[in-house]
């Protein structure tokens, strides 16, 4: 089944304390991205990777690192988490980085809490 | 004013109603448009899309662009329980992955049986 998985699916952790979030998709994708859903704010994009060893900056980067090193997964890293970022955190993928947005996969969610 | 504005209901209405869940937008640059639908506890999915002004229609969806108005609609006839869910618009100005998606805040939709 073709599918964009990410885990965990909920975490709770500590300020300050690394963690990482997995991405992982099985349908060949060249595009992968990470967004964060927060109340009254909507989607924000966090980062973006157009193929591997390719990232960038989406909306809201700070706090946040990502790495390419395979095309199949696209890992989020929070160096010293704080309570700012908890929220609902979704990796989504696209086949092409020219046509993104035609169809973009979304994984099924990380809610992320900080204490 | 924000890029994308999107009334967050919830909006709740009777099986088989004619529902109506709108956006509008002030940067004028966009050219892409598109509408997700959203289920409790899960990713967002990809309804519709369509470029530029017009409507485009899939079953029972109906996706309109008023360029001129800066304002998208998504019309969905016949509504049933199952399309109970959240509604976000979003849209670019290109399709490229280097441009922001902009979405809005999402529409809460409840279809009672």
Known sequence: EAQVTQNPRYLITVTGKKLTVTCSQNMNHEYMSWYRQDPGLGLRQIYYSMNVEVTDKGDVPEGYKVSRKEKRNFPLILESPSPNQTSLYFCASSLSPSDVFYEQYFGPGTRLTVT | ?113
């Open chain 2, 1 to 113: 004013q924000k890029e994308v504005e999107q009334d967050p209901g919830p909006l709740s209405v009777p099986e088989g109603a004619i529902v109506s869940l709108n956006c509008t937008y002030s940067n004028s640059a966009f050219q892409y448009f598109m509408w997700y639908r959203q289920y409790s506890r899960k990713g967002p999915e990809l309804l519709m899309y369509t470029y530029s002004s017009g409507n485009k229609e899939d079953g029972r969806f109906t996706a309109q662009v008023d360029k001129s108005s800066k304002y998208i609609s998504l019309f969905i006839r016949d509504s049933q329980p199952s399309d109970s869910a959240t509604y976000l618009c979003a849209m670019s100005v290109r399709m490229v992955g280097n441009t922001p998606l902009v979405f809005g805040k999402g529409t809460r939709l409840s279809v009672i049986a």
